[in-house]
């Protein structure tokens, strides 16, 4: 019995560019290489960059910028000749500072690109028409209380009607991902799970875990010492079966 498709996604976060640890060059060839303009990549439906696609707030003269940019034209218009849809999810404030609407105006204006590219700054529970799916997407230091962060996600999903959604995007920390003796805010990881019929997928913390349903990738790149588990992104193909 032949299986039914129904989405093939790719997930990448922590890409951290401008880190001054990063050769920026070798970077955007890793990309190049994670996303090449080939039948394979093609084959996508969605590619969610789940925050922290930049480590801080880059000038207009940085070289790092300026290979970056230069990416992201020609990778946005392979997603728009290969009709993927592209959603960029803000990170850490810290790290992204906004900059993922850089790359909107790229997309929108100055490229004249069009690709089907969404900058998601705030909590959402977006309803996906291409896909009939509902996706939740969670940024990065929305409060200092993650219950605050949570009651607003429940509030959402009942101004929707739902009791579910399809799949999460989150940028933070669960709590099985820190040692005991660490006391930073993090997200209770079986209250999402009793939120999402599918995976959760989370960002923040650079190296590669799962839970149950959740996966952590980790960073796309070697960016610390000591950082030796596998690195890059990841694919999930979901069938009707």
């Known amino acids: 019995m032949s299986r039914s498709r129904v989405?093939?996604?790719?997930?990448?976060?922590?890409?951290?560019?401008?880190?001054g640890r990063l050769d920026h060059d070798k970077l955007v060839d890793n990309l190049s290489t994670a996303f090449p303009d080939n039948d394979e990549t093609g084959q996508l439906d969605l590619i969610v960059f789940a925050g922290d696609i930049f480590d801080d707030l880059l000038n207009a003269v940085s070289p790092a910028l300026a290979l970056f940019e230069v990416w992201w034209a020609g990778f946005l218009r392979m997603c728009k000749r290969r009709d993927i849809a592209v959603r960029i999810l803000e990170g850490t404030k810290s790290h992204d500072w906004g900059q993922g609407s850089?790359?909107?105006a790229i997309n929108d204006k100055l490229g004249r690109i069009g690709a089907a590219l969404v900058y998601i700054d705030e909590l959402s529970v977006?309803?996906?028409?291409?896909?009939?799916?509902?996706?939740?997407?969670?940024?990065?230091?929305?409060?200092?209380?993650?219950?605050v962060t949570l009651d607003q996600v429940r509030e959402l999903l009942r101004a929707k009607n739902l009791d579910k959604v399809?799949?999460?995007?989150?940028?933070?920390?669960?709590k099985?991902?820190?040692?005991?003796?660490?006391?930073?805010?993090?997200h209770d990881e079986h209250a999402y799970l009793d939120l999402v019929k599918y995976l959760i997928f989370i960002g923040h913390i650079h190296v590669h875990s799962q839970y149950d349903r959740i996966w952590a990738q980790g960073s796309f790149d070697r960016i610390s010492h000591g950082e030796e588990s596998a690195k890059g992104h990841l694919r999930v193909k979901l069938y009707s079966d």
Do not use: C
């Open 166 to 174: 399809d799949f999460a995007f989150m940028h933070g920390s669960f």
């Open 176 to 186: 099985y991902q820190l040692p005991a003796h660490v006391k930073a805010p993090h």
């Open 7 to 19: 989405l093939n996604l790719a997930i990448i976060w922590d890409i951290q560019g401008g880190n």
């Open 126 to 147: 977006r309803y996906e028409e291409r896909f009939d799916m509902n996706f939740l997407f969670v940024p990065d230091d929305l409060h200092h209380d993650t219950q």
């Open 102 to 104: 850089r790359l909107v």
